[in-house]
């Protein structure tokens, strides 16, 4: 295998992690907020199911998750397991993602002062206007450097995805390098991860910087 | 027409009464202040009045349209029309709770348009020449952690007049600020006053509340103790507790 077949090969690996990454954050970015929403709801049956949802999202291994969307509907509900991959590795990464976003949006969210709601209130804003308009661009502002740790973090676990033999640049590194006894395929990976949370950090810094206009 | 009538309300945090039986009305043009120690009710009394506190009894008018009234089971209930009863007040905070990520005139401009949906063009204007009134000309495209706590405070007070309030509420709006920076503010609240504006101010400033009032009233453990012309407060006070209270003041 030459060098150029090799890269063209991890070249579709690369997109497939870069699709991974894209649509779990298409996915989990507003649903965070969703369940962030939903952990302070008055009702409170509501509030467990969130809690414990966190709960588990958040202690076990995600590795162990992918592996539980896929192959549990195949042995619990005897549910065909063909085509069932790449939803179940997205369905897993949004989920896993979503809760711990949703953590940082609640943070976020109990960080701004009473003042802020009641002042809103005096000026007569609806709860929605309130917190599209108020609280919500302050929130962004406060948690972005939370958000790019985690979306960072992303980045490194798109690669868990091999486990379910999902063919993107990890499972394909180490394909390549065992089938060509080659060390390439790792520096390439190492390569293409570092590049992109390179750009990952350097996108989100613009949009910090951005927003440095008020304290 | 009281501009506020507020009759017989209490209100209680847990164990602690906080407002017993407090009643008090407003007429158009007149300036209140309420002094009192820490903890006499008066923020309380100024937070029910502005909807920021629900009471647990009593009755609550603007513009003699109920907002909060006993029904016939003897039970608390209030309007449904609460934002139109918004539009009746404005309230000034202490810590001025201006929106950090608005510039000074979108922290003005925006409830006007987004609340009452008034023209952004007329509101603009008016805003501009409230802004210049109060000497904040060339700070409306200033963020407020730009601002003086001064400037912030002014700021906050054209904020709440661009709404048009009938009635605007002032809680101690000079305390959070450094004393070399309280005078600016009174000034813009006794240029208020001189224009008929109709206010109800809680302060620890007494020679303001002296000059500017034309009723003060001393609260003190959840009752109006006292109150009456400044000169009937502060000169021929007639209760001991009062009396205490402004000696204290004096030091």
């Known amino acids: 295998m030459t060098l150029e077949v090799m890269l063209k090969t991890m070249g579709i690996g690369m997109l497939r992690t870069g699709g991974i990454f894209c649509l779990t954050l298409l996915g989990s970015l507003p649903l965070g907020m969703i369940v962030a929403l939903l952990r302070k709801s008055r009702i409170k049956p509501v509030q467990w199911v969130i809690k414990i949802y966190i709960s588990i999202m958040?202690?076990?291994?995600?590795?162990?998750?992918?592996l539980v969307w896929y192959f549990g509907p195949y042995y619990l509900f005897d549910l065909p397991i063909k085509g069932w991959r790449y939803p179940a590795i997205i369905l897993g990464f949004v989920l896993n993602y979503a809760?711990?976003?949703?953590?940082?949006?609640?943070?976020?969210i109990e960080s701004m002062s009473v003042g802020q709601y009641e002042a809103a209130q005096v000026l007569g804003y609806t709860k929605t206007q309130t917190f599209m308009k108020i609280i919500l661009p302050q929130v962004i502002k406060t948690i972005l450097?939370?958000?790019?740790?985690?979306?960072?973090?992303?980045?490194?676990?798109?690669?868990?995805?091999?486990?379910?033999?999902?063919?993107e640049v990890f499972s394909l590194a180490k394909q390549i390098s065992a089938s060509q006894t080659s060390f390439i395929p790792f520096v390439v990976a190492g390569i293409f991860y570092y590049v992109a949370n390179y750009a990952v950090a350097f996108v989100m810094e613009r949009i910090e910087k951005a927003l440095d206009y008020y304290q | 027409m009281h501009i506020l009538d507020i009759q017989n309300i209490r209100k209680s945090f847990g164990d602690n009464e906080v407002l017993k039986d407090i009643s008090l009305t407003v007429d158009r043009g007149e300036v209140v202040s309420i002094i009192g120690p820490s903890g006499s009710g008066k923020s309380t009394l100024l937070r029910c009045a502005t909807l920021l506190e629900t009471m647990d009894s009593g009755t609550l008018r603007y513009m003699d349209e109920d907002v909060a009234f006993m029904d016939e089971n003897d039970k608390l209930v209030y309007t449904k029309d609460l934002k139109k009863v918004r539009g009746y007040f404005g309230l000034v905070f202490q810590n001025f709770n201006l929106f950090p990520h608005y510039s000074v005139l979108k922290n003005v401009m925006d409830a006007p348009v987004h609340v009452q949906k008034r023209k952004p063009r007329e509101v603009k204007e008016e805003a501009l020449?409230?802004?210049?009134?109060?000497?904040?000309?060339?700070?409306?495209?200033?963020?407020?952690?730009?601002?003086?706590?001064g400037q912030k405070q002014r700021v906050s007070i054209v904020r709440a007049?661009?709404?048009?309030?009938?009635?605007?509420?002032?809680?101690?709006p000079t305390s959070a600020l450094d004393p070399e920076l309280t005078g600016e503010v009174l000034k813009v609240i006794k240029q208020l006053a001189e224009q008929s504006m109709t206010m109800v101010i809680v302060t620890h400033e007494m020679a303001f509340a002296h000059s500017i009032s034309d009723r003060v009233i001393?609260?003190?453990?959840?009752?109006?103790?006292?109150?009456g012309t400044p000169q009937e407060l502060f000169e021929g006070t007639k209760k001991d507790r009062t009396r205490q209270f402004l000696q204290n003041y004096k030091r």
């Open chain 1, 58 to 66: 958040r202690g076990t291994p995600l590795m162990l998750q992918l």
């Open chain 1, 99 to 108: 809760a711990y976003f949703a953590e940082i949006y609640r943070g976020g």
């Open chain 2, 218 to 227: 001393f609260m003190d453990g959840g009752v109006i103790v006292e109150q």
């Open chain 2, 129 to 149: 020449a409230l802004l210049e009134t109060m000497g904040l000309a060339d700070r409306a495209d200033a963020y407020p952690c730009q601002l003086s706590g």
């Open chain 2, 161 to 172: 007049l661009t709404m048009n309030p009938e009635i605007l509420f002032f809680d101690e």
């Open chain 1, 145 to 167: 450097p939370s958000v790019t740790n985690e979306v960072i973090t992303l980045v490194k676990d798109t690669s868990l995805a091999f486990t379910l033999a999902y063919q």
